[in-house]
């Protein structure tokens, strides 16, 4: 695993570690996934002091859950105050252009402290402009270290079958990613609703609670019910048709 200029990612990502571990050791955020799964390793190998923590949003998959149980017995589960689907019919529904919910269930934890995670450039186009070290924009007090965030798809795979380690049996399906069920990023939210069919049941009593609860408002006219706002919803195209500063958000 060669860089542009020939340097061995591994020992890089590992010197970095290395180099930014502060006296009480790190926060370190972890999702169970791919990227988290090598980040955990080379801290390992680092022989670094880090305290993981894994943000439980309550709409996590099955198998991920129980993957990070079975494999990673050691990390902190931090539980969120009230249950994501609460929130949906408090706050109103999330959309791709006006979310919520990543703020209050994956990125609370780790104020004061340096944290470490496995982000890298190639996730998104977003994530291009992240930087290795990097002071938190929302808490000042936060400062994210992301030592394989110059890592690609196939560095992370090749460094996982090198060192043999678990990972969740979601990657063997064909998912790329793994997190919250149904997240408005996704666009397979109808596939995801399939998969998950006790979730998806759920979904859709919040959103019946939510379309009563705001069915009066004038952004509600154009469902007839929660059933047909949920499955408007699930539509990977959907909320590319509705005006974020026109949606209800109960706050």
Known sequence: MKDLFGHDKVEEATERIKMFEPPEGYYGATSFGKDSIVIMQLCKEASVKV????SMTTIDPPELVRYGRKYHPDVI????????LTMLVERGFHLRQQRWCCAEYKERGGSGRIVLTGIRWEESSKRKNRRMVE???KDSSKIYVNPII???NEDIWEFIKL????YCSLYDEGFKRLGCIMC?????RAKEAERWPGYK?????AFNRLYEKGKDRPSFKRWKNGDEMFEWWLKPDGDLYVDPDQ?????
């Open 163 to 166: 060192r043999n380690l678990p």
């Open 184 to 188: 408005p990023m996704n666009y397979n």
């Open 150 to 152: 110059d890592w690609t």
């Open 247 to 251: 949606m209800v958000m109960f706050e």
């Open 77 to 84: 589960w931090e539980k969120p105050q009230k249950p994501f």
């Open 51 to 54: 305290d993981w923590h894994y």
């Open 201 to 205: 049941k759920a979904f859709r009593i």
């Open 135 to 137: 002071q938190c924009f």
